[in-house]
């Protein structure tokens, strides 16, 4: 009934006022509760391999110098920075980016300030946070990313300002302030992957949401009226559908339909179906032909074909790091194929491996023009690798985005995969605990995120 209220009241009053009403009013399903817990889930198991300090992060040093102190918005900071840092955090198809990344970084930050706040209204917020995510990412259209923008960095604000502004019991009124303060900062740029500062737009996003929170609560009031409608308009190149930010909100809930994704390999999303092409041909390969032969020495060449457009997230042609391997479909693909996994320790800091870079080195990228443009329809994406071998004969095998997004991924393998290193931590108990389902839930995670926050 409150939904259909709030439903009936939207060709009543501006964008911007209509979406804070559904932020601070509305109440979301059981079904996406449960959604919810699988996203903690999986943010926990990404976060903990660099907060516990199984895998090194250089850069988590400096900004540590930088944001030192133990308020909410340094704990944004950092926090979105750990989540993001392996790049292994889920995705959201409608979003375009990372949404947990950017909004549970905010959540658990001002949980940790606040000890009232209870694990129902941490889910809660953090269903409102992606309900958001993935309507501004429809709502700005698929210009905005193809323009060099990072959806997680850019849009990633208003969703942290949104499940913030739910989190903390804000107003209408004062929600509509929140997120006019969250839109004024939103920056980030895809120029940016392959480096530190990717995983830090995630920090600075989930920043901006707590702090447009925390202003607007403290009574600094900036314009309100209309300010998401400006902030489309801005950023969509005039292919912005502003009513989809509104239009049947919460049915479904976006956290279950179309839901997030999460990641079974440390990669660039943008190389995963390429991956999966390359582990079905080493298979053929390995079936058809002499074993004493490597893979190497066999293949002449490889080509590796998409929509045109389908490789400006994984635009690094030759990586020199770990890191800049997650966001090369040359270095993924000859890693899938000499390996047949994709390994976490191979995508971290520290030079790539050689073998696999000589491989990678016979990698071809061809556009497919016959395919309509990935700006135009991102989920058609697909990936057709290729292998010409110098006996004349040739392999190819073509997996499609939605082939890949359909396959279901092993959170409890997951997070047992990734603090392996870590033999102090449980993960039966971790896992029981992501369920915030009891008191005292929410308060052991954050003691596991945030050193002094137990």
């Not at 208003?158 to 499940?163: E, G, H, P, T």
């Not at 929600?175 to 980030?188: H, R």
């Not at 009031?221 to 005039?238: C, R, Y």
């Not at 279950?256 to 390359?278: D, I, Q």
Request: hydrophobic share 45%.
């Amino acid at each position: 009934m409150l939904l259909t209220s709030l439903l009936l009241m939207t060709n009543q009053t501006d964008l911007t006022s209509t979406l804070a009403r559904f932020i601070a009013r509305s109440l979301p399903s059981p079904a996406a509760i449960d959604a919810a817990r699988r996203g903690v889930t999986d943010f926990i198991a990404t976060a903990l391999p660099i907060t516990q300090g199984a895998i090194a992060d250089s850069g988590l040093i400096p900004l540590k110098q930088v944001f030192n102190g133990t308020d909410s918005q340094t704990n944004s900071v950092i926090l979105g920075y750990v989540g993001h840092a392996l790049d292994f955090d889920d995705y959201h198809p409608a979003f375009r980016g990372h949404p947990s990344t950017v909004i549970l970084p905010a959540l658990f930050a001002l949980a940790a300030e606040n000890r009232h706040i209870t694990e129902e209204a941490f889910l809660t917020a953090y269903v409102i946070g992606v309900e958001v995510a993935g309507r501004i990412g429809l709502a700005c259209g698929p210009r905005h990313y193809s323009l060099g923008y990072h959806n997680t960095a850019t849009l990633g604000a208003i969703a942290a300002a949104a499940a913030a502004a739910r989190l903390l019991g804000a107003s209408v009124e004062q929600t509509e302030n929140i997120l006019g303060l969250a839109a004024t900062q939103a920056a980030g740029l895809r120029a940016q992957f392959g480096s530190a500062v990717k995983p830090l737009h995630a920090g600075l996003a989930a920043r901006a949401g707590v702090t447009a929170a925390m202003l607007a609560l403290a009574g600094f009031n900036g314009n309100s009226g209309q300010v998401i409608e400006a902030f489309l308009a801005a950023h969509g190149d005039q292919l912005q559908q502003p009513q989809l930010l509104t239009e049947s909100w919460g049915a479904p809930w976006r956290i279950v339909a179309p839901g997030l994704e999460f990641k079974r390999y440390p990669t660039c999303g943008g190389t995963h179906s390429a991956a999966e092409a390359a582990f079905a041909l080493r298979e053929q390969w390995h079936a058809q032909y002499n074993a004493n032969v490597s893979l190497t020495d066999s293949v002449a060449r490889i080509t590796v074909s998409f929509p045109p457009g389908g490789d400006i997230a994984p635009f690094i042609r030759r990586a020199a790091t770990g890191v800049e391997a997650r966001f090369s479909l040359e270095y993924v693909i000859a890693a899938a194929l000499l390996e047949g996994e994709l390994k976490l320790t191979r995508f971290a800091e520290g030079p790539v491996d050689p073998v696999i870079l000589a491989l990678a080195d016979k990698v071809t990228r061809l556009a497919d023009d016959t395919a309509p443009p990935d700006e135009r329809d991102p989920e058609a994406r697909f990936h057709e690798v290729t292998l010409y071998l110098h006996n004349g004969s040739m392999l190819t095998r073509r997996v499609t985005r939605q082939e890949t997004a359909a396959k279901p991924t092993d959170l409890d393998a997951k997070l047992a995969q990734n603090i392996s290193a870590l033999p102090h931590l449980d993960s039966n108990q971790i896992l029981a605990r992501c369920a915030l389902s009891t008191s005292g839930d929410l308060r052991y995670l954050l003691g596991l995120l945030i050193s002094d926050s137990a």
